[in-house]
């Protein structure tokens, strides 16, 4: 099975920088997917990673570390628009695509 | 555009009735997934589906069932055997032949009991 751990609420401030972690305890590992998600809406895709190492996206960047079953999410020049749920979700391993995802972190930006 | 549409957005059960949500998409996608969220709580996965007229349990199927007739549409069924079907319901599909392909979602069904 998979267990996944992120910290239930952030909060940061307009401009700064963020990190929100993410461990995991799985049977297999086939990648990571983090995701935002806000309130009463869909969640919409922002990264993946099945290698060691940082990959950027403009503003976001993720980064995994097998070994230590361990990931983050890293948000540059935080907006007011980046308050919401950050989903990290670690795909099953076999041929599909099902993921489980972790609780999700709820993030604050204040002015 | 592409997208996965499900309908309706708010939906009201009525105690001992069944209702169903629908999940329609139109990006070719084979896998077709239900989730579950609560307040609190993440996404639960309730069905999922790898290929049309095929479909799995995923970890909270009871009280729920779906059908796989057609590669754009999943539809789930809320049975009254489920007695907390209170929650917000998402529909995604994915493609299943590409490593690290994300799930695509749709805007989701709110249920709630009268």
């Known amino acids: 099975g998979q267990n996944i751990d992120q910290p239930t609420e952030m909060t940061a401030t307009e401009g700064a920088i963020v990190q929100i972690n993410c461990t995991y305890q799985?049977?297999?590992?086939?990648?990571l997917f983090w995701y935002q998600q806000h309130a009463g809406e869909a969640p919409t895709f922002l990264s993946y990673?099945?290698?060691?190492g940082l990959e950027e996206k403009g503003r976001f960047s993720s980064f995994l570390s097998r070994s230590k079953g361990y990931s983050y999410l890293l948000l540059k020049e935080l907006q007011m628009k980046d308050s919401a749920s950050y989903l990290c979700a670690v795909r099953d391993p076999g041929g599909y695509q099902k993921v489980t995802f972790g609780i999700g972190t709820k993030l604050q930006v204040i002015p | 555009d592409g997208g996965i549409t499900q309908s309706p957005k708010y939906l009201f059960r009525k105690e001992g009735q069944n209702v169903t949500l629908s999940c329609e998409q139109n990006l070719n996608h084979d896998a077709m997934y239900w989730y579950r969220q609560d307040p609190g709580q993440g996404l639960r996965l309730i069905y999922y589906s790898q290929i049309v007229n095929d479909f799995q349990k995923g970890d909270i199927a009871e009280g729920y069932s779906v059908s796989r007739e057609k590669k754009e549409s999943f539809p789930l069924t809320v049975t009254s055997a489920q007695k907390n079907p209170t929650a917000f319901y998402l529909c995604a599909s994915s493609i299943t032949r590409e490593v690290g392909q994300p799930q695509h979602f749709g805007d989701g069904t709110r249920l709630s009991i009268l």
């Open positions: 990673n099945v290698l060691d």
């Open positions: 799985t049977s297999g590992f086939n990648g």
